[in-house]
């Protein structure tokens, strides 16, 4: 019997279920080369280089020829800042998530001491309510502790404490957390402590032994979950819009503000260059993972 | 001396967890017990919070009103039970049709050869990692009056001759199920597969030697050694659906309210916060019973954390 026999109903089902998930995203991507600029219709492909026709008496200068959105959006002030906003986020909230984390990871998996049912609970709870619940919690925090430090210590005008950047990088920090750890802990799970035991004995410390067995042991673990940790911030809207506040506009957030007003190709392109980041990630994820195998 | 090594261990471990806790009590557990008081009290004139103790919100969410038509003392008011059965209807009917269109590929991808399968999840990978509000705004443009599908629709009636009006499709109740159901299947799809691949090949060909046809084995051996994808699957879907307030706010647009919605507004245009904590507890407490009675009945598998 050939273990990889699958009927004709599977075969079609899988096909039309890969077309449902990638027909939008490469309408998605076609849009964002459409010489229409209200994106409402397909106007064509952008097919030349220098001026370009627009509806009605429009002409675009555009040097980018079919690239012309893409290069628009390098133009785009609002886009630049969201991208690096998004970034500093994702960056600073990864860093100390990853080494956070995989304390953690390495505690509840080498270590007993008081509270530690307590502890793995804890990290289950961002899994099993909904995201807005964490993201409305993290507001009143805030708020209510604004508010009353604001009042309490006078603060006026723009020294006074207010949603931004650092806000949100704690609140994804937070989430990020229970993602590495689970992550680095099912790693640790899978290796021998025995190779640690050969260390000690052979006289290493343990911070030796940390550095030259162990860490390199978890180090796929550690970086997937990185990655994983990398993504979610990259990609959070929900917790993001709760805890941002002006100047700290993230890239999920430009979006969904510019869905509820007018759309051009240009959010088409953004997402374009957004899908393309994010094949490259998952490959990287993916290449790590399998390494580990 | 052991004793005074498993001391030391056990402050090494108090150590390197404190950062953890500090994080997850500080911006988790104290944020939900802020809730709760904040969803007891009322809100100001210039809509600050007042703490006073009162049942009045969950009273108001539940529909118990005292401000009657008729001229009665009680009465029963059901605007906000109808946004929460219309939330749960929509997560019920979300995940059912999720598990029929996961399965499938699942199976599928569990039973190619194994070179292959990498790069089947890698095509489960990219659309779940591909930002939700770009997303749903893919869906925008598909659904629209003028959008893709419509357009789509009208290039084949041209073709055959016959005559074609535009379907009212994006603003519709329908559109939000099928962007839930979209934003949400690559969910179902990765703990369906881990469970499935675990299931060793001789279990089908044994079935196969014993005078099974394939619908017997699926019923009897797939299926139940796939259930523990499916529950974890089930509360990874369930859980975010009963949240979202993006997928109808842009797809359903003023026809579908759901509690994300009402919540979010309770907060975005300074309404009530205090109404607005209330529901989000009652959204917690709901996704909890759900996720407590399902797993309790079919079991609670590693595969929630595989995916």
Known sequence: ?293 | MLKRLRENKSSQGTLLITPTLIFMVGLLIIPLLLTLIISFGRRSADGNVIYTFGLHNYIRILGISTACEGGQSLCFDPLYANILRRSLALAFNSTVLVILLAYPLAYFIARAHPKRRNTFLFMVLVPLWTNFVIRVYAWMMLLRTQGVINSVLGWLAGLVGIPFAPFEMLYTPGAVLVGMVYEFLPFMILPIFTSLEKIDNSLYEAAADLGANPIRTFLRVTLPLSMPGVVAGTILVFIPVMGTFIVSDLLGGRQVILIGNLIQRQFLDARDPTFGSAASLILMAMTLIVTFFYTRKFGFGEEIVAA
């Open chain 1, 1 to 293: 019997m050939n273990p990889y026999k699958r009927s004709p109903f599977i075969k079609v089902a899988t096909v039309l279920v890969y077309f449902f998930l990638y027909a939008p995203i490469i309408g998605l991507i076609v849009f964002a080369f459409n010489s229409s600029r209200t994106n409402v219709f397909f106007g064509g492909f952008i097919t030349q280089w220098g001026p370009l026709q627009m509806e009605g008496s429009t002409v675009v200068q555009s040097p980018c020829g079919p690239f012309h959105w893409f290069c628009d959006l390098t133009q785009n002030r609002e886009v630049m800042s969201a991208t690096k906003n998004t970034l500093t986020i994702a960056l600073i909230s990864t860093i100390s998530a990853t080494v956070i984390g995989t304390m953690a990871a390495l505690a509840l998996q080498r270590y007993n001491f008081k509270l530690k049912g307590f502890s793995q609970l804890s990290l289950y709870i961002p899994i099993v309510i909904p995201e807005i619940v964490m993201g409305i919690g993290i507001l009143v925090l805030f708020s209510q502790a604004f508010n009353f430090l604001n009042s309490s210590l006078g603060l006026l005008g723009d020294s006074r404490l207010t949603l931004g950047l650092p806000t949100v990088i704690v609140s994804h920090i937070a989430f990020s957390i229970p993602f590495v750890t689970l992550v680095v802990q099912a790693r640790l799970q899978g290796f021998d402590k025995s190779f640690e035991e050969a260390a000690m004995d052979l006289g290493a410390n343990e911070l030796v032994t940390f550095w030259r067995v162990t860490f390199p042991m978890i180090l796929p673990g550690v970086l997937s979950g990185a990655l994983l940790a990398f993504t979610l911030s990259l990609d959070d809207f929900v917790i993001t819009f709760f805890t941002t506040g002006p100047g700290a506009t993230t890239l999920p957030i430009y979006v969904y503000g510019l869905l509820r007003r007018i759309i051009t190709p240009q959010v088409n392109a953004l997402s374009t260059v957004w899908v393309l980041v994010v094949v490259a990630i998952v490959f990287l994820l993916q290449r790590i993972q399998s390494r580990e195998t």
